[in-house]
């Protein structure tokens, strides 16, 4: 009876030793994941802060000439309206501005810009260009910012003492364009801003293209 009962607490024993054993395996188990956790969400973690990193330093150059060959141009405050004149206005045949216009690469888009390729035609005070055909790059406050192409110039009468902005609209550009494509709202705001978030709000900086 004796020896039943010796082999009945040694397989207890035995089991509880057993599980002993698989219970410190399962923690150590447990451990190691919840180790590997803490060093991926420590990855991820400087993954992120790298990455917040790279995009506030491509914020930051993204005002700053591409290189030697621009020309960065100040602008003034309350710039936010967008004037345009219709390109049929341009009647001197012998001018750039009218040359500009013939170019085969000009043409209207579906909503009423004109554009030479991928540049949006423009006005501007001679402040930001003197020459028909420089290409400039408008930056927004709005983070947005598109290429355009001088298309005309503003008369220095018309500007104020800088020459950068209109002095009774406030226009820093006018947009040249097909005024029957233009959309409703546009027509009838009488301002670019209107047309998409693209051009809404403040201008922040031009850059000019130096040939």
């Not at 060093?39 to 930051?60: A, P, T």
């Not at 420089?134 to 598109?146: A, P, R, V, W, Y």
């Amino acid at each position: 009876m004796n020896s039943l009962k010796n082999i009945y607490l040694l397989l207890i024993i035995i089991c509880l030793l057993i599980h002993s054993y698989i219970l410190s395996k399962t923690s150590e188990e447990l451990k190691k994941n919840h180790d590997d956790i803490l060093k991926m969400n420590e990855e991820l973690i400087s993954d992120k802060e790298n990455l917040m990193r790279l995009v506030k330093e491509l914020e930051k150059d993204k005002l700053k000439p591409p290189n030697r060959n621009m020309i960065s141009r100040n602008v003034p405050e309350n710039n936010s309206k967008k004037t345009y004149m219709d390109y049929r206005k341009i009647t001197d045949t012998s001018s750039e501005q009218y040359k500009l216009q013939q170019n085969k690469d000009c043409y209207t888009t579906d909503t009423g810009f004109r554009k030479v390729n991928e540049y949006y035609c423009i006005a501007v005070g001679t402040h930001y260009s003197n020459n028909i055909g420089d290409k400039l790059i408008i930056h927004m406050e709005n983070g947005e910012s598109f290429k355009a192409i001088v298309a005309d110039i503003k008369d220095d009468k018309h500007t104020d003492e800088t020459n950068r902005q209109h002095r009774k609209d406030g226009s820093v550009i006018e947009f040249v364009v097909d005024t029957r494509k233009l959309p409703e709202l546009v027509r009838k705001m009488g301002d670019i801003s209107y047309m998409n978030e693209t051009f809404k709000g403040e201008i922040k900086a031009i850059i000019k293209e130096v040939k």
